[in-house]
């Protein structure tokens, strides 16, 4: 038995890559799965063509898995190809020698007339000097997440989640078992061996083996417009920074992004000044961003290693990711970690985890995950008469009930409350549905905890039709639906903090 701490992208996929090696794995993480990182990126499927200057090692290794996904989860992945676009401000030295990067890695680049790019794609500057196309993808993080859960369920994994890791037991230096605190009290689970994916807090996973890893947080600013305005993704061709790519998922388009040091595994509260910064950044690219529609704006951490200690900011800190066996260094026999690395190359870290794990256990069963294909998620079939409790993303009851899970898996799972008007007339029909089908839920505190999800990316984004539309929601919220008034919501623990003060917020 192996225990994996984290339900991310890094975490299922050890356990599916374990699982199909025939070990039995338990799953336990303090939330559910992709409430860490994995939930908060911008979607890119990575080219490597961001890194091949900056990070060679890393662009390789996205390169490489971005091919590999492409085959064993085309359900998760829209293959829309990317650009990279050199402004007449650009540094034409550094476009050089990215080309000679991509070259080295193998990444396929064609060029193309940057008057023919501007043509297509008219929200772009004029000022485009050169353009490449390159093979950068979107990738559905949540479906992904999904559908790796589900083919580690369906190997006899079990997942814990809303279980907090609080002791990891030993006996004559060796792991023996993993204790957890969940909703019906603590829980201990026997395991021959514990793999760390814990993300931005594999720190303090770590701090249970008697073993810190020197680990290097930052956190990552977006902002998320109700538009797809771009068919691809397209990037600044520059020396990776902030405010430098936008990424269309779906029917809206993601800003991104900033790199910001800081030592909690959870993001700050947005500052406007921020979103202004990343605004200001983003119109050299498109100088007609203003008139995008924006929705809201996220934040997510990203757990970055630094093994030699040597990174004076984070963007300096490589990309690349790690595998460590605690047993070499100070910690107990059976404990692992592994850190850093980028969502696209979580197939290859489970691998390389996987690998240590089992040759560890006495197994010699190798991976199959770069074969084996990742099941599909079953697709809903409704009437076509059937009304939609949310409108802006066309999601029906029929959708809904096919799935057993939270009210928060909903939500990931269809994107209902994450359209134009972020939950304002779907929150209480979905809930209601949801409590109908699972009474002993606390169906009150999950409709507060969506709401003040919802409330804390609108506020720092108050300008235009989105402060218009959050205006409509309070009045819906407090006057129609009654379901308090400002003083009540500040005060509840699930819309803690979620009510606005004047200060930061642009009209």
Known sequence: MVVVIGAGATG?????DLALRGVKVTVVDQWEPGFGTSGRFHGLLHSGARYVVTDPTAAEDCYRENTLLRAVAPDAIEQTGGIFVRSEDDDPGFEQAWLKGCDRAGIPVTALDPRAVHQRYPDLTTRVASAYWVPDGVLEGFHLLQMLTKDVLAHDGTLLSKHRVTAIQTVNGRVTSVSAQGPNGEVEVGCDAVVNAAGPWAGAVADLFEDPIPMHLSYGLMILFAHRKFPVVVNRLKSPGDGDIFVPHQHVTILGTTDVAQDSPIAPDIQASEVLRL?????ELVPGLDSWRVLRAFTGVRPLYDGQGHAATSREVSRDFKVIDHQRRKGPAGSFSVVGGKWTTFRLMAERTADIVTQYLGISAPC?????????RPVTSFSASEPYLCECEKVSASQLTAIDGSLSEWRTATWFAMGPCQGTFCAHRVTALHHALFPSEDSGAALQDLRAERTKGMLPVLWGANAREYALQQAVRFQTLAEGDPQW????PGLKNSWPSSEGVTL
Not at 12 to 16: D, E, M
Request: glycine fraction near 14%.
């Open 489 to 492: 919501a500040g005060n509840s």
């Open 279 to 283: 605004m200001d950044l983003g119109r």
């Open 368 to 376: 199959v995950t770069a074969q084996v294909p990742l099941t599909p």
């Open 12 to 16: 299922l996929g050890v356990a599916r």
